[in-house]
């Protein structure tokens, strides 16, 4: 039995969001485990839950998707297309996303952009027509954000870790 | 059904050269699942009698030689389409209380072992479309255009009729090959809008059009189009689309505005395997209308069915169909109709069982899946596959992350169920659970950044409060809207 944190709704085992009252119970302690995660990085609870968003001339980018094992270094050109590569429309993006189930996970050719200012990385969606999630939230297109060390990212559904090195 | 056509030894579970005591055996092991004594469940009648059939021919070694001489030449045939199933745990932790478990079954289409030189489907195509008086002006203009540009996306291979009906029908294009465009196009312009609407004469006449030319190589669709609500003919429309079904033809249902009786389209649809859907403006018909017909035509299996046969002990709940187009649909009665397979994307369900507690660990088998469905460009009718689903029960499972895929999809479906409890709730005169239902439901879209919903949730509760009553707008709004958070782009587009 799983006792919602919520509305107190006992659901039954397997459940991932309370019957009663649309709780999450599943994805909440997979938000936790990130989280832990999160603070872990950045020292004791308390201080800082967010990572830091500078990111230095010298600073690389490395990007861990779920599901796959292998991190993926990004180049430090200073736009980077995400999306997935597209032969008929002559698309290529800087990280092509089709290798890791783009088109299943509804990710557009041309999805997102990864721009690099002075001393920070900025995300922006470029319109794409399954939107981009950072954090859980989604972009309004084409409004940069700000990004920070260890934030996840959300191109449709395909969703991967962001690290600043 | 002609069993030379099928895999008989799929059925049971052993390979083709398995020896008469294997097939016994095999025999035995899945009667025991099966058998109506021992196995409570509507699927698992169903597929016994499949076992049983299949059990007659290869437990007797005279007609099993026969059944194998006649099946030489299904012996190379590809693969059309396969199921992919994914469980929302791999691994079950033993229990003494039941739980849930869900399960995304993907249908994917084999696009290469089907290929007939880029030919998309071609349709048996009739629009049913409502003229009644409510539908006078910018509506019925809509239609019409509509209707124009399906007949200008059609060609000469496919057949169109057009059905218009208020209080009567009449078949104002009877069903022929799309060759004289220009002709029917002012056929089409000739509609009025007069009279009442009464759904089961334009059904009717519909349905019989779309008779006239039914063919299993091609996609045989009613489309209704209505904005009213049809009095004391319901069950009569839903008999005769469950008789149309069965002859092969789905019906697709949308309603216009705010009367229309959008639980009776939901079932009419369902029932058939096609879709509903609610348009609020008449702007947004001809994009509906250019829409189904447009994914009617990358149809690549026709007349999906889907069977469930959970285990004796397990219990089907419920099953919501994502892909294609989102869609609740009645798990009874068995086969369950899932309409169209697209060539370019595969058809997926989610299905939420009951397990029983679980104290012996181990694998063991929970259910067995099947989807029959007609290949188009092959002329393969009735193909089927079959996909036996087990897991591992174990004392101390490793914890997991759940699949993406069923947490995405399950997330948005609490939304859209929490918008019908909420119906539900007011439909019983209890006006307090409704309210809460209907916050509850404004926060969730609200943290689900669907703000335009939940503003319309707030109302809407607030409206509830005060007056006892949901609006039209609002109800309808909110069902299909968190509906619609089911639904994915098609790949390919932007």
């Known amino acids: 039995m799983k006792t919602c944190p919520y509305c107190a709704h006992d659901n039954r085992e397997g459940v991932f969001f309370c019957e009663e009252c649309g709780q999450p119970l599943v994805g909440d302690q997979a938000l936790a485990t990130s989280q832990l995660a999160r603070e872990e990085r950045n020292g004791p609870r308390g201080q800082m839950t967010w990572g830091t968003a500078r990111f230095g001339r010298e600073s690389s980018i490395v990007v861990h998707i779920r599901n796959y094992a292998e991190p993926v270094t990004l180049t430090s050109k200073d736009q980077i297309l995400l999306g997935r590569a597209d032969q008929q429309s002559n698309v290529v993006p800087d990280v092509d996303m089709a290798p890791y189930g783009a088109v299943e996970n509804g990710v557009s050719r041309r999805h997102a952009m990864i721009r690099r200012g002075e001393d920070t990385l900025t995300l922006i969606d470029l319109g794409s027509t399954n939107g981009t999630h950072l954090n859980g939230q989604r972009l309004i297109p084409h409004q940069p954000r700000v990004l920070r060390d260890g934030d996840e990212i959300r191109l449709g559904k395909l969703v991967f870790h962001i690290f600043f090195k | ?494």
């Open chain 2, 1 to 494: 059904m002609d069993e030379v056509s099928r895999n008989l030894y799929a059925i049971l579970g052993v390979p083709p050269e398995a020896t008469q005591d294997d097939i016994r055996e095999a025999y035995r092991i899945v009667a025991r699942r099966f058998h109506p004594d021992a196995n409570p469940n509507e699927g698992a009648d169903l597929l016994f009698r499949d076992i049983a059939t299949s059990y007659e021919i290869l437990g007797n070694p005279l007609e099993r030689a026969r059944y194998d001489r006649s099946r030489q030449k299904f012996k190379d045939e590809p693969q059309y389409f396969s199921l992919r199933v994914t469980p929302s745990k791999r691994v079950l932790g033993t229990l003494d209380e039941p739980q849930v478990l869900y399960l995304l079954l993907e249908v994917v289409p084999m696009r290469r072992n089907a290929h007939k030189k880029g030919r998309e489907a071609r349709l048996n195509l009739t629009l049913v479309l409502d003229h009644s008086t409510s539908m006078k002006g910018p509506r019925l203009d809509k239609v019409k255009f509509a209707a124009q540009q399906i007949i200008e996306q059609l060609t000469a291979e496919d057949i169109l009729s057009v059905v218009s009906f208020s209080d009567r029908a009449e078949v104002l294009i009877p069903a022929e090959p799309v060759t004289d465009k220009v002709t029917l196009s002012a056929m089409v312009s000739m509609m009025r809008a007069e009279g009442g609407t009464e759904i089961l004469h334009g059904l009717s006449a519909g349905v019989q059009q779309c008779e006239t030319h039914l063919a299993p190589r091609l996609v045989n669709h009613v489309i209704l189009l209505t904005d009213g609500r049809t009095f004391g003919d319901e069950e009569q429309c839903l008999a005769l689309a469950e008789e149309a079904s069965q002859k092969g033809i789905s019906i697709s249902a949308m309603g216009i505005g705010e009367e229309w009786n959008d639980e009776f389209l939901d079932t009419l649809a369902s029932r058939t395997g096609g879709t509903s859907a609610y348009i609020n403006s008449p702007s947004a018909v001809v994009r509906f209308l250019n829409d189904r017909v447009r994914s009617l035509g990358r149809s690549f299996a026709e007349r999906l069915q889907l069977s469930i046969a959970p285990d004796a002990d397990v219990v089907l709940e419920s099953v919501f169909k994502l892909l294609p187009s989102p869609q609740p649909i009645d798990i009874h009665p068995q086969p369950i109709p899932i309409g169209t397979l697209q060539h370019n994307r595969s058809a997926s369900v989610l299905i939420q069982l009951q397990m029983p507690p679980s104290t012996k660990t181990g694998f063991r088998t929970m259910a067995r899946l099947d989807v029959t469905g007609d290949i188009l460009a092959a002329e393969r009718m009735g193909y089927k596959v079959l996909s036996d689903i087990s897991l591992e029960i174990s004392e101390s499972p490793a914890s997991e992350e759940p699949p993406l895929a069923i947490l995405d999809a399950l997330g948005k479906l609490t939304l859209y169920r929490m918008q019908q409890k909420a119906e539900a709730a007011l439909l019983e005169g209890n006006v307090g659970e409704a309210t809460r239902r209907l916050e509850n439901l404004a926060t969730r879209l609200l943290a689900a950044g669907q703000e335009d919903l939940a503003q319309m949730a707030i109302v809407e509760a607030r409206r509830v409060a005060s007056t006892n009553m949901l609006s039209e707008e609002g109800r309808k709004t909110l069902k299909f809207g968190t509906r619609a958070l089911l639904a994915l782009p098609e790949p390919g587009e932007e």
